[in-house]
T-cell receptor, first 111, second 114 residues
Framework: QKEVEQDPGPLSVPEGAIVSLNCTYS??????FMWYRQYSRKGPELLMY????GNKEDGRFTAQVDKSSKYISLFIRDSQPSDSATYLC???????????FGTGTQLKVEL | SAVISQKPSRDICQRGTSLTIQCQVD?????MFWYRQQPGQSLTLIAT?????????ESGFVIDKFPISRPNLTFSTLTVSNMSPEDSSIYLC???????????FGSGTRLTVV
């Protein structure tokens, strides 16, 4: 079993839809949770960073962490074609430097 | 946050040869990380490179296959040695940003071994 599980998609939604992306994990020591966006032929770009449980909002993006369920989510409101990319969840233990990634979910927002 | 320039962006290499990938950071950073991204798989950490010391390799990766240099606080190289088609992948370097505990990545090197 992988430490981090993420549905690879692809996920296709119409423009303006609310998108929900999710990851589950098995290592209870993870404390820092991140979401990265990766466009084709580009490196991952940090979107959201969350420490421990709770919600964090940044513009159209909301990250949620539920440590009791070992489940994290990224919500994208009013999705745009420019949001079409692969979204990677990543996490690390407190004080550690190694990032553990999900496989990524490919998202396509259609006009 | 730090900006990383990575090159080459892509290359096609013959089996048995070696390729050196370079990453230049626009600020001094303590640690740099090298990842491999294979199709359909998650990014996997190869090694962590600190300036002035030997790189620390993750399980399944060895120095003879992936030698790393870190001559100063803004630069690092990863060499993929004695390549085989199984080494075809995207290789990425990374470092910690000033943004909380996030990490920034280079744009990646897409390697194809024929």
């Amino acid at each position: 079993q992988k430490e981090v599980e993420q549905d690879p998609g692809p996920l296709s939604v119409p423009e303006g839809a609310i998108v929900s992306l999710n990851c589950t994990y098995s290592n209870s020591a993870f404390q820092y949770f991140m979401w990265y966006r990766q466009y084709s032929r580009k490196g991952p770009e940090l979107l959201m960073y969350t420490y421990s449980s709770g919600n964090k909002e940044d513009g159209r993006f909301t990250a949620q962490v539920d440590k009791s369920s070992k489940y994290i989510s990224l919500f994208i409101r009013d999705s745009q074609p420019s949001d079409s990319a692969t979204y990677l969840c990543a996490m690390t233990e407190g004080g550690g430097n190694k990032l553990t990634f999900g496989t990524g979910t490919q998202l396509k927002v259609e006009l | 946050s730090a900006v990383i320039s990575q090159k080459p962006s892509r290359d096609i290499c013959q089996r048995g040869t070696s390729l050196t990938i370079q990453c230049q950071v626009d600020s001094q950073v303590t640690m740099m990380f090298w990842y491999r991204q294979q199709p359909g798989q998650s990014l996997t950490l190869i090694a962590t490179a600190n300036q002035g010391s030997e790189a620390t390799y993750e399980s399944g990766f060895v120095i003879d296959k992936f030698p790393i240099s870190r001559p100063n606080l803004t630069f690092s190289t990863l060499t993929v040695s004695n390549m085989s088609p199984e080494d075809s992948s995207i290789y990425l370097c990374s470092t910690k940003t000033g943004r909380e505990n996030g990490y920034t990545f280079g744009s990646g090197t897409r390697l194809t071994v024929v």
